[in-house]
């Protein structure tokens, strides 16, 4: 496994020489470390559309809606007529997550899903699996006849994206297709609330079971929340279920926000401070303010800040930025710890796409604490792991590796990555990583 950010070895291994324990290459590969998605498989198939097309067509502006598949196969055929159809890219929230996960790591990753049973050159689930990494295993996915999802991402001058979704069989998934040996041996799982969406389909079910096994087996569970219609809608169901049973949450501002009830003060760290009372760590993006990263860590294990401390709706909020999460469970006396980042060099001159940002941040987010289980497998007794942490590195680490992973998805026309990151950049001074 590449191990996450572009850094100096000391990174790795912040302790003094003395007690440094190298990783023997000889160990490499004695333990597969892998994280399993859960997901409803989709082509996205992007569109620039104006305001007027939205309101035309009853589409919520910057939400995900769930349309009728006879008015989707009509629509899509309008657009083609058109020719107005920028591109079709394998998509779904989970599906480019992986697939950027697989990309950064060089490692393996487990798709569950559906897919249709008959493959074809050229159809929608062909091309799903040619262009996604072939470090993505869909070994466990169930086929299924009939046509996958679709779901139109349509952008608007301004930049948002609005969805709609044309179901096919992305909710066909049974719960024996849920596989426990499979969970069990995983570093996390993740997946998005829009499984959840209707409590009567298959895949509800299944992703049910997914978190149950999670919770048996100690796999942390990461749930991303997806779009804040069905936050809004469900809320207490998800309130609920992120308290008992979720470790991870991403998600934007708005999403949260939402998550806590409209009532609540928009303000990210105090938004970040609450959510950390129903679970362990979030990651809240906004927009071009970048994004926070809010966990725990045990008292003893805090790590200070060499940075300037700053203050603001919560009095020095990244005192102890420079400490690794851990989950709440795992600490004697937990402390609630926080750290901002700016859009990596201010954000892409020209952002292209804001489709799959937040996927991007996320992946880069569960690359390092797969690294941390993989390195905690490799060399157990290294000083790395004096305490049961769940992320590799320190938050403000990990947060500037989301930012750069964001930032290359933002400059280009697709929500999955072509290519991992460089191992030097050109465009940063080392101090960047230094800290």
Known sequence: ????????????????????????????????????????????IEVHVSDDFLDIHSIKKGESQVFEDNFVDELYAELKKEGRIVGEFAGGSIGNTLHNYSV??????????????????????????????????????????????????????????????????????????????????????????????DDTSAIFS?????????????????????????????????????????????????????????????????????ILEYTDLCLITVGARGLYLCGHVDEEFGRQTKDQIHSKSISEYNKFEYSRAMLKSDCNKPIKIYTHINPYMGGP??????????????SALLHDISANDYHRKMVPSSPKHNAMYLTYSSIHQVSKYCNRVSFEVLSQNSPRLSKGLPQKEDSLEEGYWDK
């Open 1 to 44: 496994m590449k191990f996450p950010g572009s850094r100096k070895t000391k990174h790795y291994f912040p302790v003094s020489e003395s007690s440094r324990i190298p990783l023997d290459s000889s160990l490499i590969d004695v333990e597969k470390s892998y994280v399993v998605g859960l997901d409803q498989l989709l082509v996205d």
């Open 349 to 362: 001159q020209v952002i292209k796409n804001t489709n799959g940002a937040g996927d991007a941040a996320m």
């Open 104 to 197: 950064l790591s060089d490692g393996p990753s487990i798709a569950l899903g559906t897919i249709s049973e008959n493959l074809r050159v050229g159809d929608y689930a062909f091309k799903y699996i040619c262009t996604t990494s072939s470090k993505v295993d869909f070994s466990f996915l169930k086929p299924c006849k009939g046509p996958m999802g679709r779901a139109f991402c349509f952008v608007t001058p301004d930049g948002e994206r609005s969805f709609i979704l044309s179901k096919g069989i992305m909710n066909e998934l049974t719960e024996e297709y849920v596989s426990e040996e499979v969970i069990k041996n995983s570093s996390a799982l993740v997946m998005s609330t829009f499984l959840l969406r």
């Open 206 to 274: 299944s992703a049910m079971r997914a978190i149950e096994l999670s919770n048996k087996h100690n796999v942390p569970v990461i749930l991303s929340l997806g779009t804040s219609s069905l936050i809004e809608a469900k809320r207490t169901f998800f309130q609920k279920l992120i308290k008992n049973k979720i470790n991870i949450l991403a998600g934007n501002l708005e999403e949260f926000h939402l998550l806590i009830g409209k009532d609540f003060e928009k303000d990210p760290l105090k938004i970040g401070e609450h």
